[in-house]
């Protein structure tokens, strides 16, 4: 490609430089709403009828605001506070912490996996609601892994490969269509249910199943249980965070978008599922709503899940770019995109039941997030004091000083693991089995606060006299420059 | 560096480094967080969390 053929806006949108202020499309309602559009799907109303299974409606609201209200902003303060400051790519940030191989490793954990199987759920479910709106209008016999299922399923994330492929703007043009829907849907099915039961008969209404005899520990799984929802944007929110004008409108579209938009779509999913005894929303939207309601509405919600399937592929795709370098960065977008979506499409196909396991899934990733949560706060904003040296952060492996020890971070990555292993000590997701402590503080904070002061003590105590990653002096608050020749390509 | 896009493309790192560095000489940061921020969070977190906590469990 010839230097003048270049578009560098384009290619720092969709790679690993920094984008500039001035590059940066996304205003405070843009983000709003591509965070909107990211937050509302299949996912928010399972989560809503998980939450129903522990605990009644009036507790299931408390768990649900309190667990996303956390988990949302430890997440963000993690991502979008730097991403949206620099306008640094979400995992190359992330090698001034773990090192340029520790932040493909991370990459590999907590995007490839799990954004492959979050792109195969999501079409899952866009293909049963599919499936259901057949059933609805004709004499179809329903079948969550029959061939009209997986079929739809593909086709989602056929649908999702081509917005994509065109970029960010075609994204802010379907976010900006959808999302508004999506909000005004959930409202009116919130004032259908209040409309066939008062408020005080839905908040007497008991949990459905729940799985304990003590009523905190319950509350407390449904308090993790969203609070795994609010930390499981982690891997994706810093990527949309860059495209923002400015810091402030990296952060507060968070509180609108995947807090409120999403904590309303699983309380209507709570409602819904307390009320008609079933979380499916293939089934309790035909009978809040009857059944032209319930096919415009299941017909939104289908798509709903496509504007969340694009936003976690662009943002997935944009980190893939940098785990491999020059190659990647060559390879032409549309490539990158289609590449990535083979393997969800395989699952879609041959493995359907990674659906049912869905919220094992979802809380076995909060291990992993509330973690990383931590230690970018503790790294960010206790040990960086929210400065980055961009310079450092481009420079070649070998000269970097965030090439730590073989380009990775053992610091870092062994606050990952202790952070980790305390979630799991403290709950464990397969079993629900939990020790006093949960009940209490639940895991997911006690994983993120003990990363970060692993990753915080042991940064303090070795890295400085290893020479490790240019943090500043604690005394001195001053950042060292290298001067290093950013002219080298990172990941070279 | 081997092939002239690279060249471009360093050229135009290096542009975007400097951008950054000049904001940080100037201490210029448009639209970023401040302190005034940070306490509407946190009040706004304190509100939900205990609001939330006493009134449904």
């Known amino acids: 490609m010839a230097s003048h053929d270049v578009d560098h806006g384009l290619e720092a949108e969709r790679g690993d430089t920094p984008l500039l202020p001035s590059e940066r499309m996304w205003g405070f309602w843009e983000f709003s709403y591509a965070n909107s559009a990211l937050a509302i799907a299949t996912w928010a109303f399972l989560i809503g009828g998980a939450t129903a299974l522990f605990v009644g409606p009036r507790e299931g609201i408390a768990a649900i605001v309190i667990g996303n209200i956390l988990g949302v902003l430890l997440a963000t303060f993690a991502t979008c506070v730097p991403c949206g400051k620099y306008g640094t790519e979400q995992f190359t940030f992330l090698r001034s912490m773990f090192g340029s191989n520790g932040s493909r490793l991370v990459y590999v954990l907590a995007v490839v996996f799990l954004t492959m199987g979050w792109l195969a759920v999501l079409g899952l479910m866009f293909g049963r609601s599919i499936d259901g709106l057949s059933g609805l209008v004709s004499a179809h016999q329903t079948d969550a892994n029959g061939g009209l299922a997986l079929a739809s399923g593909t086709f989602a994330i056929v649908l999702t490969a081509i917005v994509v492929a065109k970029g960010p703007t075609s994204i802010k043009v379907f976010n900006t269509v959808v999302a508004p829907a999506l909000v005004l849907i959930m409202g009116v099915m919130l004032y259908m249910i209040l409309g066939k039961h008062s408020f005080a008969e839905l908040m007497a209404l008991p949990a459905l199943d729940a799985p304990f005899d003590d009523k905190r520990v319950n509350f407390m799984i449904a308090v993790e249980v969203n609070m795994a929802a609010g930390f499981s944007w982690w891997p994706y929110i810093g990527n949309l965070a860059r495209l923002s004008k400015n810091q402030r409108t990296a952060f507060w579209p968070n509180v609108i978008g995947i807090f409120a938009a999403a904590a309303l779509g699983e309380v209507v999913g709570l409602l819904a599922a307390a009320a008609l005894g079933n979380s499916d929303p293939t089934i309790w939207m035909t009978h809040i709503g009857g059944l032209v309601f319930g096919v415009i509405a299941l017909g939104f919600v289908a798509f709903a899940n496509v504007t969340s399937m694009i936003n976690i592929l662009y943002t997935s795709i944009v980190g893939l770019r940098q785990l491999a370098g020059r190659k990647l960065r060559e390879m032409s977008w549309s490539l990158l995109v289609v590449l990535f979506c083979v393997v969800p499409v395989l699952i879609v196909c041959f493995a359907p039941g990674i659906y049912d396991g869905f919220f094992i899934f979802l809380v076995w990733t909060s291990a992993l997030n509330s973690a990383l949560a931590g230690i970018g706060i503790a790294d960010y904003f206790f040990l960086r004091r929210q400065r980055l040296n961009l310079r450092h952060l481009y420079a070649a492996e070998a000269q970097s000083p965030y090439r730590y020890w073989k380009g990775f971070n053992p610091i870092a990555l062994s606050a990952l693991v202790v952070g980790f292993a305390v979630y799991v000590l403290v709950f464990n997701p397969q079993t629900l089995a939990n020790t006093t402590l949960f009940s209490f503080i639940s895991a997911s904070l006690p994983s993120c606060l003990l990363a970060g002061l692993v990753h915080y003590g042991l940064t303090r105590v070795l890295a400085q006299r290893l020479g490790w990653g240019a943090y500043p002096n604690s005394d001195a608050g001053t950042i060292r420059t290298l001067d290093l020749d950013a002219r080298s390509y990172s990941n070279d | ?57």
């Open chain 2, 1 to 57: 560096m081997n092939s002239q896009a690279e060249h471009a493309r360093a050229q135009d790192l290096e542009r975007r480094i400097r951008v950054y560095e000049d904001m940080e000489k100037e201490d210029e940061w448009p639209g970023a967080l401040s302190a005034t921020d940070y306490v509407a969070i946190t009040l706004m977190t304190l509100v939900l969390v205990v609001g939330f906590y006493l009134w449904g469990y």
